[in-house]
């Protein structure tokens, strides 16, 4: 990546589209990172949830916890090398930019029907509610590309 990023900044034709900070950002990623990546050149729609577990109000207890964060097929869409650590990949590409859950946004109820019937996820749901003070709740998310993530595949993945 940095071998293209550098032959790009070099014509001065192209140059503009080189970012000062994709160095940084080629030196923060890893492998599967950059395979994660090169699936938003798919342009398709990428849920994500979030599953924890609060008092149900009869319980006379109130809070939860955070059981999974981030949860997604994504590691597996892209064939990621370490797919239990998709989360960490997702935490660290939207540190750098490239990527963002923005707050309150959501797809339409289909696209989290794969997810939510994930074997991990209904296993921990059911163990869950096997306490009767305790309920699961699923936050439904969605993961998109930002401007500059589009920039950067265009630039250094393409």
Same mark, same amino acid.
């Not at 955070?66 to 869409?77: G, I, R, T």
């Not at 993961?143 to 993530?149: A, S, Y």
């Given at each position: 990546m940095l071998a293209r990023l550098i032959a790009i900044a070099i014509n001065t034709r192209n140059a503009p589209q080189v970012h000062p900070a994709f160095v940084k950002v080629i030196t923060n990623l890893? /492998?599967?990172e950059a395979r994660i990546l090169e699936y938003f050149l798919k342009d398709e729609p990428l849920s994500l949830v979030n599953l924890r577990w609060d008092y149900n109000s009869d319980s006379g207890? %109130?809070?939860?916890? &955070?059981?999974? %964060?981030?949860?997604?097929?994504? /590691?597996?869409?892209?064939q990621c090398q370490h797919p239990q650590f998709c /989360?960490?990949?997702i935490d660290n590409l939207c540190r750098l930019g490239l990527l963002e859950i923005p707050p309150f946004y959501q797809y339409l109820d289909d696209a989290y029907a794969e997810i939510e019937a994930d074997p991990l996820i209904r296993?921990?749901?059911?163990?869950? &509610?096997?306490?009767q003070e305790r309920m699961a709740t699923i936050e439904r998310k969605g993961?998109?590309? *930002? *401007?500059?993530?589009k920039q950067f595949i265009q630039t250094c993945l393409q």
């Open positions: 890893c /492998a599967d207890k %109130q809070g939860g916890k &955070e059981v999974l %964060q981030n949860f997604s097929h994504l /590691a597996l869409y892209a /989360a960490t990949y296993s921990l749901v059911a163990d869950i &509610e096997s306490s993961l998109r590309i *930002t *401007t500059m993530g």
